[in-house]
């Protein structure tokens, strides 16, 4: 059956009706990204809801002089840079292929038909809209409370499948230290 593991990862959300179910996987759309490649550049509306078949993306911001990275998705995991998607406006965040990635991605208008016609499915895109903003509360509590080093261990730890996935570059930018501090940290070991 194709997009067996979307089927399977959205089941282990919420079982929608079929007819949902069915919905959700005419409306997808199958995407190939090269390293390098935006899903999304700042200014840029964000109007599809991601799942990652393969691959890898970050979530980041240019304040002028560094990037700074909100967060990595990898396989499995749905996204997309949500307060532009939820308002329609522009985004000042960008989304890029760290390595060729694979998506199936589905357009909003279709998500919100099938919200407005299906109890199940508003309850499904709910939940997968709250997973956001749990997450970046303590992204931004972890920024605020924790210094470099132990952002880095924190990293180690939550996302150790990442570590040979990412650059020195893009772990500096996501811990928000330098490369020159992240190779002291790392040094001490």
Do not use: W
């Not at 522009?90 to 909003?108: D, F, G, N, W």
């Not at 895109?125 to 261990?153: C, Q, T, W």
């Amino acid at each position: 059956m194709p997009h067996t593991q979307f089927i399977q990862t959205i089941e282990k959300i919420l079982k929608p009706e079929e007819e949902v179910m069915n919905g959700l996987v005419s409306g997808l759309e199958s995407k190939t990204y090269r390293k390098g490649d935006f899903l999304l550049k700042a200014d840029e509306t964000c109007r599809y809801f991601y799942f990652i078949e393969k691959g890898l993306v970050k979530l980041f911001f240019d304040n002028g002089d560094k990037d700074f990275i909100m967060t990595f998705f990898a396989e499995n995991a749905f996204f997309a840079e949500l307060s532009g998607f939820l308002t329609s406006q522009p985004s000042k965040y960008m989304i890029v292929a760290v390595e060729q990635t694979e998506v199936l991605r589905i357009h909003k208008d279709i998500i919100e038909k099938l919200c407005k016609k299906y109890h199940s499915a508003e309850t499904l895109f709910s939940k997968l809209y709250s997973k956001a903003p749990v997450n970046m509360m303590g992204r931004i509590s972890e920024m605020l409370e924790d210094d470099g080093k132990k952002r880095y261990h924190n990293f180690l730890r939550q996302r150790p499948d990442l570590i040979q996935r990412i650059s020195l570059g893009d772990m500096a930018d996501y811990i928000g230290i330098t490369q020159v501090s992240l190779s002291r940290i790392r040094a001490q070991k």
